[in-house]
């Protein structure tokens, strides 16, 4: 049967020189970092070379970059360790109202704390207006953290503008840029920001590896006590193949961006521009040009997202989708409900993302499978008969 | 995507009585799409017998292998034997759903009830237009 994994959004596949890169570590290279031997020396340097490639790819200096495990906890990490550190200063942050679960559940925790949070509203393409962050900042507010771009719509977000107006007031500014480093130019002294997350599994690195960027001078809390890794901030044995990993991924991305760009954006539009012209009424959520390259999603009305997924499965494909069905806690896409989606219609959430792997011929499949599917679970759908009688009955 | 037994991808995969039954004897419509499922059951009703039931369902594999099975399970039953069919029943038939589907399970089982509510509603109604018709007749 054919496949083709086009939910590369989840996780990216990694590239054949990342784990050359990787395997010498996981075999005979096994020295601790933090060790005075050979052994460790080797590790050490090692990972200061990834640590370097890593700073290269969002034009940041070696020293700033602090590995974690993953883009979730760099952002956890910001969030609640730059909160911290300045809370004498005030105890207000603003987000926006799109960002990923570990900014937003890592600002619920310190609204727990005693800290306020307010959330910036976003526009029906899912974009932040900086105007509309800056009216939000107070006397108060010691932190603004906003994303680069949003994985599940493709909006990529205005951070140079939104930095204008937090460099106006002195406050910091950290983007989750985990959807975005790797896949489009990220240079933090352009964005002007303070504080990047990103993560290695979205540009063919290993997953269980991330960084947060943090500007030289800026004051953090550490994230995990007890050793003097990661400058002291983030204790805990390097993961050495996996930041081997990251380095690698970073390099390879900084290098081929351009040439994986167009290759992206030609996939991509290729599908939306396919399915939009053979299944009506389909809406492309998200910003129309300002997106991901990869980035295809959509909302099909009239059916669910979970059981598209699992006939899309059955043919070989791999996607991804924000109904409410598809989540554990059973509540649909925060993203698209942010945009002004009602959620009979983000119920028929679909995401396809492509990746280095995937091809014209797969999204040609995908153009093929998919219509029957939708026909299928329509001709199924009591909200689909209800709209066939209305539209019968308004002529 | 949640595990779902063979049998709920059985029902998904090949759905029965999926559709709509014309001058059906008995409409259950339950959930909206705001919560997500939303399901339609038609029933049809020979001398207290469900001759024919029919579904249509917006939402997740479970909701559509659901009402599926709930078809099956109340297809030629009495009323009173259709009553019986419990959410409990349902998931047991499907051999079993993830913990947070079993909703899906209590959405199969109400459209039924009340698509059987809407029939003895109808019935009682047209008794009742029966004899007003008799009572005009005399």
């Known amino acids: 049967m054919k496949r083709a994994y086009l939910d590369n959004a989840a996780t990216t596949p990694i590239l054949p020189e990342v784990v050359e890169a990787m395997l010498p570590y996981l075999r005979d290279a096994y020295g601790n970092p933090q060790s005075l031997h050979q052994w460790g020396d080797e590790a050490r340097e090692t990972i200061e070379e990834a640590r370097g490639q890593v700073a290269a790819l969002i034009g940041a200096q070696t020293e700033e970059i602090i590995f974690t495990a993953s883009g979730s906890e760099a952002n956890n990490f910001a969030i609640k360790g730059l909160a911290q550190a300045q809370q004498s200063k005030g105890k207000h942050i603003v987000i926006s109202a799109i960002e990923h679960f570990s900014v937003l559940h890592s600002a619920r925790t310190l609204e727990k704390w005693g800290f306020e949070v307010t959330e910036v509203p976003v526009g029906r393409h899912g974009l932040v207006d900086a105007d509309e962050v800056a009216k939000r900042i107070r006397e108060d507010t010691i932190l603004v953290s906003i994303m680069h771009a949003n994985g599940e719509v493709g909006t990529i977000e205005p951070i140079a503008e939104i930095a204008k107006a937090t460099k106006k007031t002195g406050t910091l500014l950290h983007t989750d840029a985990v959807a975005a480093a790797g896949t489009i130019p990220v240079d933090v002294k352009e964005l002007g920001v303070d504080a990047l997350s990103l993560a290695a599994n979205q540009f063919y690195g290993p997953n269980g590896v991330g960084a947060l960027w943090l500007k030289k001078g800026t004051r953090i809390i550490p994230f995990v006590d007890g050793g003097v890794q990661e400058g002291g901030r983030r204790a805990g044995t390097e993961n050495v193949p996996a930041i081997v990993g990251m380095g690698k991924a970073a390099e390879l991305a900084q290098h081929d961006m351009s040439s994986r760009m167009t290759r992206l954006s030609r996939l991509r539009d290729r599908l939306i521009q396919g399915l939009s012209s053979t299944i009506d009424h389909t809406i492309l959520t998200g910003h129309p040009t300002q997106r991901l390259p990869g980035n295809a999603s959509f909302c099909i009305q009239f059916i669910e997202g979970e059981a598209m997924l699992m006939l899309l499965s059955s043919k070989g494909v791999a996607a991804s989708s924000g109904s409410a069905c598809t989540s554990r806690a059973l509540k649909s896409s925060h993203v698209l409900a942010a945009m002004g989606i009602p959620p009979e219609i983000a119920q028929g959430s679909l995401l396809f993302s492509f990746g280095l792997e995937n091809t014209e011929g797969e999204v040609d499949y995908v153009l093929e499978v998919l219509p029957p599917i939708v026909d299928r679970l329509r001709q199924m759908s009591p909200l689909y008969a209800k709209f066939l009688k209305q539209q019968r009955g308004g002529r | ?138």
Do not use: W
């Open chain 2, 1 to 138: 995507m949640p595990v779902y037994s063979e049998k709920v991808m059985e029902h998904f995969m090949n759905p029965h009585n999926v559709g709509e039954i014309e001058n059906a004897d008995g409409i259950g419509e339950v959930g909206n799409p705001v919560c997500g499922d939303m399901m339609t059951f038609y029933i049809k009703v020979d001398d207290n017998r469900l001759s024919d039931v029919k579904f249509q369902t917006f939402g997740c594999g479970a909701a559509i292998a659901v009402s599926s099975i709930v078809s099956e399970m109340a297809k030629g039953k009495t009323l009173e034997e259709a009553r019986k069919i419990t959410p409990a029943l349902v998931a047991e038939e499907l051999e079993g759903l993830p913990k947070n589907k079993y909703h899906c399970s209590n959405l199969g089982a109400q459209a039924l009830n009340k698509a059987i509510d809407d029939y003895l509603k109808k019935l009682g109604k047209e008794a009742k237009t029966r004899r007003r018709k008799k009572d005009e007749g005399a």
